[in-house]
């Protein structure tokens, strides 16, 4: 493994900071599942000059790119390829808040990003599937594309609140 130049002793110090260990109780399939990979790519980034946001940027862009190769396809391989890319961006959200706390660079802005990235994520791939398997459907494709954009769009009122809450603070502590 590489050992990037910073001011942990080891890789374990390094967790302890990027992943602490209330994170666990918080969610244990992500933390079982993703955080030992999240970790390790964190562990080498934090060495780079890239920042938490733009780790998100990322994370939404290659969602994003995930979900046209699912809705956008026939194929099997192309859905399994986005399948893959869509963990590949869920590990990155893992990433930019292991960078953002080794960093010492949480912000709002950063809660408000992420919170952004999961609002056009999350229906996104709702959408996708739910296109990808319509089509083997062809009577009923017409209500189970209405259905996925319905189900896409449902997030949008919590999620609404949150960002406008979010937004909010941003501006009573000046933080823009």
């Known amino acids: 493994m590489i050992k990037p130049k910073n001011n942990f002793k080891n890789f374990e110090s390094f967790v302890s900071v990027a992943f ?28 780079i000059r890239i920042t938490p946001n733009f780790v998100t940027f990322l994370q939404i862009i290659v969602a994003i790119f995930a979900c046209t190769l699912i ?11 986005g399948i893959i890319l869509l963990h590949f961006a869920y590990i990155l959200d893992c990433v930019d808040g292991e960078i953002a ?9 950063g809660v408000f990003l992420d919170k952004f990235a999961h609002f056009v994520t999350m229906p996104a791939i709702i959408m996708s599937v739910t296109i990808y398997y319509s089509r083997s459907l062809d009577d009923h494709k017409s209500y189970l594309l209405l259905l996925a954009f319905i189900s896409g769009f449902a997030t949008f009122s919590p ?10 603070s941003l501006v009573n502590k000046n933080q823009f």
């Not at 706390?101 to 802005?109: D, E, G, P, T």
């Open 159 to 168: 999620v609404n609140r949150l960002i406008t809450s979010i937004s909010s």
């Open 71 to 81: 809705g956008n396809t026939n194929t099997k391989l192309y859905f399994f390829i």
């Open 20 to 47: 602490p260990p209330d994170k666990i109780i918080i969610d244990p399939f992500i933390s079982n599942f993703y955080r030992p990979l999240s970790t390790r790519i964190s562990w080498v980034l934090i060495n």
């Open 101 to 109: 706390r080794v960093k010492n660079m949480a912000s709002l802005q």
